[in-house]
């Protein structure tokens, strides 16, 4: 996490904030793996848009896309997404997770803003490295 100060003002909002985002993140995970578009909707901004290599989305149709697949919970798929970092400065968050859904492994960076008291996700930027030696 980046701080900007080191006062013990500074780090309990640190903490606060931290724990909000992954909140939002768990309910991203949730959302993924039970194909739960009513969760996924709460925790993106509307006008977010999700973008991979030659390929560009915008909420309403990645909605669409998640509500019209099979779901992965319900397929045997286990959960195995993780957090893998989270960098806050004051009300803006970059985070990076895994999610391996379907036979795709999935890298996602995640755009968060705070606005109105809320952790939205408001981009999503992501890549299938399933054939990429890791």
């Given amino acids: 996490m980046t701080y900007t ?3 013990n003002e500074q780090i309990d909002f640190g903490q606060k904030e931290f724990e909000a985002i992954v909140t ?10 039970h194909g739960d578009v009513a969760k996924l909707e709460r925790i993106f901004h509307p006008d977010a848009y999700l973008k991979a290599p030659n390929l560009r ?55 968060l803003l705070k606005e109105k008291g809320r952790w939205l996700i408001v981009n999503k930027m992501y890549t299938d490295i399933k054939e990429v030696a890791v």
């Fill in 5 to 7: 100060q080191s006062t």
């Fill in 24 to 33: 939002v993140i768990k309910d991203y995970f949730l959302g993924l793996h």
């Fill in 57 to 111: 989305r915008s909420l309403a149709e990645w909605l669409e896309a998640v509500a019209s697949r099979p779901i992965p919970s319900e397929e045997g798929y286990s959960d195995n997404f993780k957090l893998l970092s989270i960098e806050i400065i004051k009300d803006q968050a970059m985070v990076k997770v895994e999610c391996p859904l379907f036979e795709h492994f999935y890298i996602d960076y995640l755009g």
